[in-house]
C-alpha cells in the first residue's frame, strides 16, 4: 500500500465550478499535510498545509484533514484556467524532522 | 529575496556516465533536500541536511550517488554511474530548520535524461 494515493486524474472541471481532490494515507501517526501545486515544468509550490482534523480556508483554497478516515482534500472554488496543474498531496510521517512524502499528484483541468 | 538556485537546468549523458549537480539555499536556510522526481511520479526524499550533517539517506541509492554539503551551505548530488532509470527531476529544497511544518522552498531542478 502505498504511503499517500492519490487519483492521478485528469480530473476535468468547468471555469467557476469547485473542484474537489482528494488524498488518503495509510499512517496513522502522520502529523501534517500539504498540498502542493505543480504546473507543468515547475517546481512544486506550497499552497495550503493542515494540521488538525476539520475545515481550513485561504481564499478559494479550502483543506479538510479526516484523521479517522486518514483522509485529506482540497476544494477549489470558483475555478479558474490558471488552477490547471497537478496537485500533489504531502504529509510529515511520524518521526519529524520536516521529511515529507508525496503522492504521485492529481491533473486538474480547468476548461473554459 | 533569492530563492534556491540550481544548475545546470538540463543536462543529458549516457548510460555509465557521472554527473552532477549543484544547489545553493536560500541564505540562513540550515536545511537542505535533494528529491527526485520521475516523470508521472511525486517527489521522493533522495537526502535531507541539517547544516553540513545528514539527517536523513534513508531513500539514497548509495552503490550510485552520493551528497555532499561541505560547508553547510551549497551542496552538490553526484550519480556515478548513472543508470536509465535515473532520468528525472531532481529538485533542491531548503527551509529555515528541520522543525515539523517548516516551509519548503523548492528550485527550479535539473531534469536529467539518461540514454
Known amino acids: 500500500q502505498k504511503e499517500v494515493e492519490q487519483n492521478s486524474g485528469p480530473l476535468s472541471v468547468p471555469e467557476g465550478a469547485i473542484a474537489s481532490l482528494n488524498c488518503t494515507y495509510s499512517d496513522r501517526g502522520s502529523q501534517s499535510f500539504f498540498w502542493y501545486r505543480q504546473y507543468s515544468g515547475k517546481s512544486p509550490e506550497l499552497i495550503m498545509s493542515i494540521y488538525s482534523n476539520g475545515d481550513k480556508e485561504d481564499g478559494r483554497f479550502t483543506a479538510q484533514l479526516n484523521k479517522a478516515s486518514q483522509y485529506v482534500s482540497l476544494l477549489i472554488r470558483d475555478s479558474q484556467p490558471s488552477d490547471s496543474a497537478t496537485y500533489l498531496c504531502?504529509?510529515?510521517?511520524?518521526?519529524?524532522?520536516?521529511?515529507?512524502?508525496f503522492g504521485a499528484g492529481t491533473r486538474l483541468a480547468v476548461h473554459p | 529575496e533569492a530563492g534556491v538556485a540550481q544548475s545546470p537546468r538540463y543536462k543529458i549523458i549516457e548510460k555509465r556516465q557521472s554527473v552532477a549537480f549543484w544547489c545553493n539555499p536560500i541564505s540562513g536556510h540550515a536545511t537542505l533536500y535533494w528529491y527526485q522526481q520521475i516523470l508521472g511520479q511525486g517527489p521522493k526524499l533522495l537526502i535531507q541536511?541539517?547544516?553540513?550533517?545528514?539527517?536523513?539517506d534513508s531513500q539514497l541509492p548509495k552503490d550510485r550517488f552520493s551528497a555532499e554539503r561541505l560547508k553547510g551551505v551549497d551542496s552538490t548530488l553526484k550519480i556515478q554511474p548513472a543508470k536509465l532509470e535515473d532520468s528525472a527531476v531532481y529538485l533542491c529544497?531548503?527551509?529555515?530548520?528541520?522543525?515539523?511544518?517548516?516551509?519548503?522552498?523548492f528550485g527550479s531542478g535539473t531534469q536529467l535524461s539518461v540514454l
Open positions: 529544497a531548503s527551509s529555515l530548520s528541520a522543525g515539523v511544518n517548516e516551509k519548503l522552498f
Open positions: 504531502a504529509l510529515t510521517p511520524p518521526g519529524g524532522y520536516n521529511k515529507l512524502i
Open positions: 541536511f541539517q547544516n553540513n550533517g545528514v539527517v536523513d
